[in-house]
């Protein structure tokens, strides 16, 4: 089609709406997988190598972690590579251009080494009963860091938000064990999945908003004293990289974070008609 931005030409296809917004929803997903992946990577240090009475909290929060990123980490994995096929349309189907492979080159990683519904009951099923709950209070007490780092200017509503997030996390959990106790164990796991998901998009919109405060930081210091929010942006790369370090996680805290909710809805309303159905 016609281009918006040059009158006359083509249009590059990151003209349009919809292939920008599935960029971001590619880009803000795999920034909140990799800062997901890489805390992980610090607590397994911190649990091996760090001080002796920090050690047994870090494994507690590793513990936590593994089983949300391996089968959150490879479901997204997944839904990321069809958006790259998405994105170039027809033609991203094609084996001209390497997506179709990457596709089908992700999918293993949900059914490797146990399928994804295996980890999500080793969560639900062991690691939140393990130690009677202590390994869910260590993870609930880390999730307040910002009760001790106060976010500023646009970040203030963007904590806020995903605080709502954190709280109905927290309901979910409760949630899930009344279930149990209602419905035995069948009742408890059946929605193990859609735990672990929410718990994992609180997750990852966390540590992006933990890296979105230092990105802060850097990027006030980069535009005071410049002529315009433009011009720094034009060929600045670093400039780039935070400015897009705060647009990620601005578009992660209230255009993928919302998908939760309907996670959150499928465990409250705790439906058992997959345990009674004929299949």
Not at 188 to 206: P, Q
Not at 215 to 234: R, V, Y
């Amino acid at each position: 089609g016609p281009s918006t931005v040059h009158p006359g030409e083509k249009a590059l296809i990151i003209e349009f709406p919809d292939v920008r917004r599935m960029l971001m929803q590619m880009k803000a997903v795999t920034e909140g997988l990799r800062a997901l992946m890489y805390t992980t990577a610090w607590y397994t240090d911190m649990a091996n190598h760090g001080p002796e009475e920090s050690r047994e909290k870090y494994q507690d929060l590793l513990d936590l972690h593994i089983p949300i990123c391996k089968s959150f980490g490879t479901d997204q994995g997944s839904e990321v590579a069809n958006l790259g096929i998405q994105v170039l349309g027809g033609v991203g189907f094609t084996k001209d251009f390497p997506l179709e492979q990457n596709v089908r080159d992700q999918k293993i990683g949900s059914i490797y080494e146990g399928t994804n519904g295996i980890q999500a009951l080793d969560l639900v099923g062991r690691k939140f009963n393990t130690k009677n709950g202590q390994l869910l209070k260590v993870l609930l007490d880390e999730l307040c860091w910002f009760d001790q780092h106060s976010p500023e200017g646009e970040l203030k509503g963007w904590v806020a938000e995903w605080e709502t997030y954190r709280m109905l996390m927290q309901e979910c959990i409760v949630s899930l064990k009344k279930t149990g106790e209602a419905e035995g164990k069948d009742g408890y796991v059946l929605y193990a999945v859609n735990m672990l998901d929410l718990m994992g998009d609180v997750l990852c919109c966390f540590y992006l908003l933990k890296q979105a405060v230092s990105a802060q930081k850097k990027w006030k210091s980069m535009i005071d004293g410049t002529a315009s929010q433009a011009e720094l942006l034009e060929d600045n790369e670093e400039a780039q990289f935070y400015w897009n370090k705060l647009r990620t996680t601005e578009f992660y805290v209230w255009s993928v974070l919302p998908r939760a909710l309907s996670n959150a809805k499928t465990i409250k309303n705790a439906n058992l008609a997959p345990l009674s159905a004929c299949l």
